[in-house]
């Protein structure tokens, strides 16, 4: 719903929850012509398909006008939402205890729940465990003996009560991975970079792996009772989803939370041409493994292993992966297509200086990625590849990107509920176009597409 004339109205709801004078002003500027209020409330729910997002805790740190991104700018979406994911929460690796990640996770976290309150008391508020900068090595520890996973699940639980959440979700990225190096980085500096090892899953052992996962959300599931939600982030690739045990951890979970997005990613030495991030259907410009990869081939993987459809949401990525290729601006339309060869930007910061992603985005500055409120601008050319249902660009400095806008995630949403998917959700919240100024322009269009009855009336 859109309301031009509420900023006053947002603004002392916002007060209610420490809106700042910077928000306020930024408000009366007219940055708010979705904003919503009790004064406002969303129109009734037409369907019973689900819209999830997850809140992720370093949006906080997004540089202006794309952030800082707190619970506070949630409130103009929060009516639309059916769950919200908090993300991450972590574990101590000796102790299996929760632990907070960011020093204002618990005060962020208490927002949320008063917020709720007044914006949207039925909403589910779940917390995220786990992540990809969070080390596969001690999840495989963890799952792999009856007295850590205890431990884990006791803390879990105590965590959730006591925080006000109505659920946990669990994002092991991933079993029987790989050894990796993840980085945290302090400043743009090579020095500002600290490596974090991680010695991955249990490689040599992957059942292992699996069979720790399936009793780790049985034990759970019988701590919690039936009443608390369940929901693990899995993975999309089919050599990795093939290797866990999908059909039997149905049992004790309410949903996947399928990614079904980083298809291909920039950000690495080896990606070495562009690629689609989130492509609904197969590209015939692509071959290989990477050619055969597709939203409707993962879904089609996981109800191949026998789960049901009714269990599995669909992820849509709110952000473009990147590359350079300089080249492509003399080439009239060839840029409009996939497996374009790529260069060296050079662009981003330690060790991503060596990867094939382009520089990173003013205000999520991530190496190979922009957030769809930072795609905008730069004599920007735009291009829908109808085959994958993906949106294509190309700006002025050479930066060619892969992403999803209304078109597309209207196209993957009809998808969604064709297949008869319990829902979608959106990663994450605080990088959809109007995230700042409450517009929320591509979770608006994911719930207008999952409520219409007849797709063709959607504007």
Same mark, same amino acid.
């Given at each position: 719903?859109?309301?031009n ?5 947002f603004?002392?709801n916002?007060g ?7 928000q306020c002003?930024f408000m ?8 919503m209020s009790?004064e ?6 037409q ?6 997002a997850y809140?992720?805790?370093w949006?906080q740190?997004?540089n202006?006008?794309y952030?800082p ?6 409130a ?5 939402l059916?769950?919200l ?13 929760l632990?907070?990640v960011?020093?204002k996770d618990?005060?962020?976290?208490e ?7 007044e ?5 589910k ?13 001690s ?6 003996n ?6 884990f ?9 006591s925080r006000?959440?109505d ?5 092991w990225e ?8 993840d980085?945290v980085?302090l ?7 600290i ?6 899953g ?5 059942k ?10 049985q ?10 939600w369940?929901t693990v982030?899995s993975?999309?690739a ?8 999908l059909?039997?951890?149905a049992q004790y979970i309410?949903?996947y939370?399928?990614?079904?997005y980083?298809?291909?990613?920039s950000a690495?030495?080896t990606s070495?041409?562009?690629?689609p991030?989130s492509?609904l259907h197969?590209?015939s410009?692509?071959s !290989?493994?990477?050619g055969?990869q597709?939203v409707?081939?993962?879904?089609? #993987?996981y109800l *191949?292993? =026998?789960? /049901?459809?009714?269990q599995?949401?669909?992820g849509?990525a709110l952000?473009?992966h990147?590359w350079?290729?300089?080249d492509?601006i003399?080439k009239g ?5 996939? !497996?374009?060869p790529?260069?060296i930007?050079?662009?981003?910061c330690?060790? #991503?200086?060596k *990867?094939? =992603?382009? /520089? ?6 991530q190496?190979?990625?922009l957030m ?8 920007l050319q735009?291009?829908h590849?109808e085959e994958?249902?993906?949106m294509?660009a ?7 990107m892969?992403?999803?806008?209304e078109?597309t995630v209207?196209k993957?949403i009809?998808?969604?509920k064709a297949?008869g ?7 994450d ?5 109007g995230?700042m100024s ?7 269009v994911?719930?207008?597409?999952l ?5 063709s009336l959607?504007?």
């Open positions: 719903m859109s309301e004339n509420c900023t006053a109205n603004c002392a916002l209610k929850i420490g809106c700042d004078n910077a002003q009366k500027a007219g940055n708010n012509s979705h904003c009790p406002h409330p969303p129109k009734p729910r369907s019973d398909k689900l819209l999830a809140f992720a805790n949006g740190y997004h202006y006008p952030g991104h707190r619970p506070r700018e949630l103009a979406v929060m009516p639309q059916d769950v994911f908090y993300a991450f929460a972590k574990f101590d690796t000796d102790t299996f205890q632990v907070d960011e020093p618990k005060e962020f976290q927002e949320i729940v008063e917020m709720r309150k914006f949207n008391p039925k909403m508020f779940v917390i995220s465990i786990g992540g990809w900068s969070f080390p596969s090595h999840f495989s520890v963890m799952v792999s009856a007295t850590s996973r205890k431990a699940i006791n803390s879990s639980i105590q965590f959730m009560t006000g959440f659920g946990i979700d669990i994002d991933y079993p029987c991975s790989d050894a990796r190096v980085y980085e400043n743009c500096s090579d020095a500002g970079f490596p974090h090892k991680d010695a991955g249990n490689v040599k052992n992957c292992a792996d699996a069979d720790g996962y399936l009793a780790l959300v034990e759970l599931r019988e701590a919690l009772g039936k009443d608390s369940i982030a993975q999309a089919y050599e990795r989803s093939s290797q866990w045990r059909k039997e951890m309410d949903y939370n399928i990614m079904t980083d298809y291909v990613v690495t030495a070495n041409s562009t690629g991030n492509p197969k590209s410009s692509l !290989g493994d990477i055969n597709s409707a081939q993962t879904i089609t #993987d *191949t292993a =026998g789960v /049901k459809a009714n599995l949401m669909m849509v952000y473009a990147t350079w290729t300089p492509a003399s339309e060839k840029w409009q297509t996939f !497996g374009i790529a260069q930007q050079g662009k981003c330690g060790p #991503d200086k *990867t094939y =992603g382009a /520089k990173f985005g003013a205000g999520s500055k190496c190979g990625s769809l409120s930072e795609i905008e601008g730069n004599q735009v291009y590849d994958t249902q993906s294509i190309l700006n002025a400095d050479g930066v060619w892969s992403y999803d806008d078109t209207g993957k009809d998808f969604a297949q998917l319990a829902g979608v959700f959106a990663f919240s605080s990088m959809d176009k995230a409450g517009d929320y322009t591509v979770m608006n994911m719930r207008s597409h409520d219409a009855k007849d797709i959607v504007v």
